[in-house]
């Protein structure tokens, strides 16, 4: 079964550090690009950060440039999310999400987020 | 940064009945390679969102055939022929032509009258 499970969500105060992660399995995580998306509570949702399979590009959203560092450990089929520096608006569940392409029907396709964790919840106060 | 508005934010909807989400963005999600890079999430309630449809109006892997989308450009839609119990929740629009920012609609939330 294709699965993302993320850990490491729980209460910082504002200033504070934490680190997420999120463990894949089922699927060759080495070969996909990966991305963190959040939602605020009661809100919509918000990509955050992309990294690519080599981890030779990565992207991330300007809320959260220079806070944030997302890397990968395709050995350990493994994401993170080391999350600096936290505000109040970093409140939030962070998912983990596939992002995918491939062939269907002889066309190439990008899916783009197309399997995704339950989610760990991050909250910043004081 | 592309804006995606979704219109209507809620909607009722008696099941068997259709329903219709707008999706605009602020640029065309029209890639010069041919493509257009429109998306359809739905987050049931207590559930991390799952893929509907890629690319505008290609169902995922198990979607049912009665979510259909459609559109070009700017102007995107998203159709439920007839609406079931299990359809409930928030459905997002997303666009990933303007790397690195891909973003999201408001999400519109439908409800079971």
């Known amino acids: 079964e294709v699965q993302l499970v993320e850990s490491g969500g729980g209460l910082v105060q504002p200033g504070g550090s934490l680190g997420l992660s999120c463990t894949a399995s089922?699927?060759?995580?080495?070969?996909?690009?990966m991305n963190w998306v959040r939602q605020a509570p009661g809100k919509g949702l918000e990509w955050v950060s992309y990294?690519?399979?080599?981890?030779?590009?990565?992207y991330y959203a300007d809320s959260v440039k220079g806070r944030f560092t997302i890397t990968r450990d395709n050995a350990e089929n493994s994401l993170h999310l080391q999350m600096n520096s936290l505000r109040d608006d970093d409140t939030a569940v962070y998912y983990c999400?596939?992002?995918?392409?491939?062939?269907?029907?002889?066309?190439?396709?990008?899916?783009?987020?197309?399997?995704w964790g339950q989610g760990t919840t991050v909250t910043v106060s004081s | 940064d592309i804006v995606m508005t979704q219109t209507p934010l809620s909607l009722s909807v008696t099941p068997g009945q259709p329903a219709s989400i707008s999706c605009k963005s602020s640029?065309?999600?029209?890639?010069?390679?041919?493509?257009?890079?429109l998306y359809w999430y739905l987050q049931k309630p207590g559930q991390p969102p799952q893929l509907l449809i890629y690319e505008v109006s290609n169902r995922f892997s198990g979607v049912p055939d009665r979510f259909s989308g459609s559109g070009s450009g700017t102007d995107f839609t998203l159709k439920i022929s007839r609406v079931e119990a299990e359809d409930v929740g928030v459905y997002y629009c997303m666009q990933t032509i303007q790397l690195p920012r891909y973003t999201f609609g408001q999400g519109t939330k439908l409800e079971i009258k």
């Open positions: 640029q065309s999600l029209l890639h010069s390679g041919g493509k257009t890079y």
């Open positions: 089922g699927f060759s995580f080495s070969t996909y690009s």
């Open positions: 999400a596939r992002d995918s392409s491939g062939w269907n029907g002889g066309f190439y396709y990008y899916y783009g987020m197309d399997v």
């Open positions: 990294i690519s399979s080599s981890s030779s590009t990565i």
